[in-house]
């Protein structure tokens, strides 16, 4: 099993930035893939960014390309999201994900762009 706790998020104007982070329960260099969804008011969950176990390429949703960063600290089995030129279309919660066997989730954290 994997349990997952996230932390940031908040509130910030559109330009800012925020990172968020997923501290995982287990080794992620065991953990297949770990990442972040998103969910909007009223939208179906989206696929944000992932970071595989073996330390791949990261891929990204083509909606935030080029400003956010998924990054890990091994040492801490810690996963981040690093959110640079937010928009209030990136307003949601944010939900940290590990694959391990099954789909793990982190408790989620809102994020809030203003325009």
């Known amino acids: 099993q994997v349990q997952l706790v996230q932390s940031g998020g908040g509130l910030v104007q559109a330009g800012g930035s925020l990172r968020l982070s997923c501290a995982a329960s287990r080794s992620i260099l065991s953990i297949n893939f770990m990442g972040w969804y998103r969910q909007a008011p009223g939208a179906q969950r989206e696929l944000v960014a992932t970071i595989t176990g073996g330390g791949g390429r990261p891929t990204y949703a083509d909606s935030v390309k080029g400003r956010f960063t998924i990054s890990r600290d091994i040492a801490k089995n810690t996963v981040y999201l690093q959110m640079n030129i937010l928009k209030p279309e990136d307003t949601g919660i944010y939900y940290c994900?590990?694959?391990?066997?099954?789909?793990?989730w982190g408790q989620g954290t809102q994020v809030t762009v203003s325009s």
């Open positions: 994900y590990a694959m391990y066997g099954t789909n793990y």
